[in-house]
């Protein structure tokens, strides 16, 4: 084999002369403190190769090692609780070789090779397995069990299994010999190239909601499992926040958060409350579920491209296990300036400000990947896809957005002027939206009430009504408002504070069970069907507001604590009672 | 043994392009020797087998294909540091301007820094008092944060980063320094930053990094690379809690748009090159604590918006990278308001962590909230007043307005030597909030109502 060497060095664009036998997209190897890199373009005269670290210090001259294999990811259990850098790298251990500030060239395995698992076989001697096959179980966590698959491959007949008992990831666990009469070795690890989906069964419609606690969410404007949603909003607006809160709450099994690009004490942040904060489904941390990938932003941008295709082939992992995994990244804009920055120090020519063109193609090839399926073993797991964008000058109108509104079918529009109001979620309902919400209509009838859909439309209208209102009001004043139209403004008003904004520093009312969410908002409907009454007999709106209801539906969150549904039915009472007294 | 090469191939704008170099490394510096004496300093920038591309810091002009002897040193731009740095003044690049002689190092430290690993971080939470009611209400400084003041020309950003930074307990204990760095600022901004802490007598506390409006232009990209190295030895080696002073981001920004312009790079947005965001996020990141370690890097960059647009790259992506941002606006200013802070826009995200029961007050979320939420509303009154006047306003609106004004006037408005407690701060709040009724304070639960509204 010939020896590759660097010739040119430019950022983390790293070119190396004449012909080389290196493959497109082939990880490698570069320069003498062996910097993690991949070949990104290959002429007759010039290979050039992305590299995942910073180049100052490499010379011209040193060598390229070639690895023969795409950039992969290391699969096998140890990965949850775990901190990775972008290309799978676990930042704990790194800590434990260069300190507290990252160094660089510096190999670790991906998963503890000392660690020893519990393992329980799921296959004997003599069966016949296929690729997707769950072969053996471990525990991984408190609430995770890891099932060790047959890699996609490979296929045949068992012919020898190692007894129960505590292996390590690169223990033979079985031995299969495939038709061809060749025996391949299965440990509990594998590997597998980021940029290829893990192949599945068949694909299925999503029809379950992800269910998140979240009442603008859950109720306005829901996600599917399997879906693939985005959160747009200039900084300040609480993407993260609302990325965190999803990552605290929603009922998937596992959660990949990915710190794409964005601050180092977030990353910090997640770590430290997701290892205090217990999950109220199992009371183990939240961690346990947890996977995190943190890409800050000062470090390689090329790893930063990577760092999303690394969390989704963890999520398509564990979607095979069979759980139902979500993906949070935050944020995909820093994805895309990291492709725009590879692509300009390739001298590509720059479509929309500056973006390459194919930025639409990779984003669209990543969402994707979202789906509900049924697996390769039979088992069904879900990748929910929540990816936050960060448009420049909180311009919706930039390519990020736009191109990733045309991959997601659920738009959650964070506004700026909500969020000086602190109105959180700043969640805009006007100009939000779901495509699932058909598609999820059945389940929310069968599992919730089968007059949540209904409801939520009346919701809907009374918020596009005051949408309307407000543009009068905001020239001549709501004084001249006909006393219908006013209890509109004051319906809307509990709708927006006492149901829309919600508290994630509240005990109760950072999550928020459908079922409270649905008495809620059907509550406030049916205070708002009493108030009609009264108006159309003209008695004045002003009776209405001397009751304090309006106040008291808007403190319900916080007084009806979440396992007391039965207090809804008292506020009805005490709600008839008033009412009945002015029409008396 | 140091090869000299005596010509040069090729020279645009910054860039200075030498041929047959032999063993050339990434990032490594050189030193050019022009034949009337004079010396510049410049980084390998590129390399294409033996030809090097050099960015010329002190700039191109008066170089020649022939008058420069180039050598190579083999090693990456390194700062020196000890202990002595404080209270002394440096340029851009870090060599000493105060005329009192080299630094005699006891380390050198890369100035490109690495990267502070996530997991070793330590979450900020402790909270900085700057006696400033609109920050600490409502934008709480923590220690380890990144605050950046948005401002604009004419605006006084400067005297209010000169009074957080006389004010702030940012040290129980006298472990504190001060590191400034000035890019492309004005000589009397300086001369008004280096009194002010003359007079605040921390002189001797503080380390100046000072590249000028009439400084070499790509000296600038290096100035708070420089800064930030010294803030983080005195902060992880020394254990003292630092604040650094950047000022002015923009007048960086847009160093590294001439920088980027003269190499050809593809612009993105106003022609700020595409890696705008990670170049000063390589900045701002390097704030922060570190567990075990006992000093802390919290820095307030100052940067002016141009037009006072606060969609212009720099304000906006600086908004992406920081923990919040305190914007100043023009109306307050000229309304003759100070700090004229606009506290709907202004933000710190690390403020939920450090406030509250235990840190400040129990009161403090919930008040800043409602001051926050009821200030927003007298926006919607004022509009409205504006269109059909002041008289035809509902009375619940008639409230707001005078609230708004009595809030803009008592609450952010205060004199520059007026140092408030967070107490005196949160007290003032509450008087204000009890100008309303009960019943439009919709952000407080109740407890907290009773203890503290006294309408």
């Keep these: 084999m010939s020896e590759n060497k660097i010739y040119g060095i430019n950022g983390p664009v790293v070119t190396v002369k004449g012909k080389t036998d290196l493959e497109m997209m082939e990880m490698v190897y570069v320069g003498n403190s062996r910097l993690v890199g991949e070949v990104i373009g290959i002429t007759d005269d010039a290979t050039t190769i992305q590299v995942y670290e910073e180049t100052g210090g490499l010379r011209p001259g040193e060598p390229v090692f070639s690895t023969g294999s795409p950039m992969c990811v290391t699969l096998g259990p140890g990965i949850l609780t775990n901190i990775f850098d972008g290309i799978e790298r676990p930042l704990r251990d790194i800590e434990s070789v260069s300190g507290a500030f990252i160094a660089k060239g510096i190999d670790v395995p991906a998963v503890s090779k000392d660690k020893k698992w519990q393992v329980t076989l799921k296959v004997q001697e003599g069966d016949i397995v296929k690729g997707g096959d769950i072969f053996a179980e471990c525990p991984e966590t408190a609430v995770i069990t890891h099932r060790a698959l047959v890699p996609v491959n490979i296929s045949g007949t068992v012919t020898k299994c190692v007894p129960d008992g505590e292996y390590t990831v690169d223990d033979t666990i079985i031995e299969v010999a495939d038709n061809q009469g060749k025996v391949h070795n299965l440990t509990l690890s594998q590997r597998w190239p980021i940029r290829n989906p893990r192949p599945v069964s068949e694909r299925l419609p999503s029809q379950k909601p992800l269910v998140t606690g979240q009442r603008i969410i859950d109720t306005v404007f829901p996600v599917a499992k399997g879906g693939a949603a985005a959160i747009p909003g200039g900084f300040g607006t609480g993407k993260t926040m609302t990325q965190h809160q999803l990552a605290k709450w929603c009922d998937a099994d596992i959660i990949i958060y990915v710190g794409c690009g964005e601050r180092g004490n977030e990353m910090t942040q997640v770590l430290t409350e997701f290892s205090e904060i217990t999950d109220p489904k199992t009371g183990k941390p939240l961690l346990d579920r947890t996977v995190l990938i943190a890409n800050t932003s000062n470090m390689p941008v090329a790893a930063r491209e990577a760092s999303i295709y690394t969390g989704i082939t963890l999520a398509e992992y564990y979607r095979d296990m069979g759980y139902h995994t979500a993906l949070m990244a935050d944020s995909t804009s820093r994805w895309a300036e990291a492709l725009r920055e590879i692509s300009g120090r390739l001298e590509e020519m720059p479509a929309d400000e500056g973006f390459p063109a194919y930025l639409p193609s990779r984003l669209s090839e990543f969402y994707e990947r979202s789906g509900y399926f049924k697996n390769l073993n039979g088992t069904e797991g879900s990748v929910t896809l929540i990816g936050a964008v960060s448009p420049q000058g909180s311009d919706f109108s930039e390519p990020v957005t736009q191109n990733t509104k045309r991959f997601t079918r659920c738009f959650w529009a964070l506004d700026k002027s909500l969020a000086y109001a602190r109105h959180y979620p700043a969640i805009n309902w006007n100009n939000s939206y779901s495509e699932y919400l058909g598609d999820l209509a059945d389940w929310y009838r069968d599992n919730v009430d089968k007059d949540f859909i209904k409801d939520r439309e009346e919701l809907c209208a009374i918020l596009a009504e005051e949408n309307s209102l407000m543009e009068i009001v905001k020239l001549i004043g709501a004084d001249v408002l006909p006393d219908d139209q006013k209890l509109i403004i004051e319906i809307a008003r509990v709708i927006r504070v006492g149901f829309l904004q919600q508290n994630a520093f509240h005990k109760d009312d950072t999550f928020v069970p459908l079922e409270k969410q649905f008495k809620m908002m059907q509550i406030i409907l049916y205070f708002y069907h009493r108030c009609q009454e009264i108006v159309a007999r003209q008695i004045p709106i002003s009776k209405l507001t001397a009751t304090g209801l309006f106040d008291k539906l808007v403190k319900m969150k916080y007084d009806i604590p979440n396992d007391s549904p039965q207090m809804f039915d008292e506020l009805k009472k005490e709600i008839d009672a008033k009412i009945n007294t002015i029409l008396r | ?455």
């Design chain 2, 1 to 455: 043994m140091i090869i000299e090469h005596l010509k040069l191939s090729e020279i645009n704008g910054s860039l200075a392009v030498i041929d047959g170099v032999s063993n050339p490394s990434y990032e490594e510096m050189a030193t050019l020797h022009l034949d009337d004496g004079t010396t510049r300093t410049g980084r390998v920038v590129k390399i294409e087998g033996n030809r090097v591309t050099l960015q010329i810091f002190e700039g191109t002009r008066g170089i020649s294909m022939n008058n420069a002897r180039t050598s190579l040193s083999g090693e990456s731009m390194k700062l020196p540091l000890s202990p002595e740095i404080l209270g002394r003044v440096f340029d851009g690049l870090g060599r000493p301007a105060d005329g009192l002689g080299e630094v005699f190092p006891l380390v050198r430290r890369d100035v490109n820094g690495a990267p502070i690993n996530p997991v070793s971080r330590e979450y900020p939470r402790n909270f900085i008092q700057t006696g400033i009611s609109s920050i600490d209400a409502l934008a709480t400084l923590i220690r380890g944060q990144k605050l950046p003041i948005f401002s604009g020309s004419g605006m006084k950003h400067n005297e209010l980063a000169v009074q957080i930074v006389r004010q702030s307990t940012i040290a129980d204990s006298d472990d504190f320094a001060i590191v400034f760095a000035a890019m492309g600022v004005k000589n009397d901004v300086a001369q008004y930053f280096r009194s002010s802490f003359t007079s605040a007598n921390v002189m001797n506390r503080v380390v100046m990094f000072l590249n000028l409006a009439n400084d070499p232009i790509i000296e600038r990209i290096m100035t708070p690379k420089c800064a930030l190295t010294a803030a983080e030895y005195l902060a992880f080696d020394l254990g003292k809690h630092v604040l650094v002073v950047m000022t002015d981001m923009t007048s960086y920004a847009e160093a590294v748009r001439e920088y980027s312009s003269s190499r050809g790079e593809i612009p993105s947005r106003k022609g700020f090159p595409g890696y705008l965001y990670s170049d000063l996020a390589s900045l701002y990141e390097r704030a922060g604590m570190i567990k075990g370690k006992k000093g802390s890097v919290t820095q307030i960059p100052i940067l002016t918006m141009p037009n006072d647009d606060i969609t212009h790259p720099v304000p906006d992506l600086t908004g992406y990278i920081t923990e919040g941002q305190i914007v100043l606006s023009r109306d307050l200013d000229s309304g003759g308001i100070y700090p004229p802070v606009s506290v709907l826009p202004s933000l710190s995200r690390l403020m939920k962590d450090g406030i509250g029961e235990g840190y400040t007050r129990e009161d403090h979320q919930p008040l800043a909230n409602q001051l926050l939420a009821t200030y927003a509303k007298v926006q919607d009154a004022k509009a409205l007043a504006s269109v059909i006047g002041e008289d035809e306003l509902s009375q619940s609106d008639k409230q707001l307005l005078t609230f708004g004004k009595a809030f803009e006037k008592e609450f952010i408005n205060q004199s520059f030597t007026e140092n408030r407690t967070i107490e005196q701060t949160l007290d003032l709040g509450w008087e204000l909030l009890s100008m309303l009724p009960r019943t439009e304070l919709d952000r407080v639960d109740d407890a907290i109502l009773d203890k503290y509204y006294k309408g």
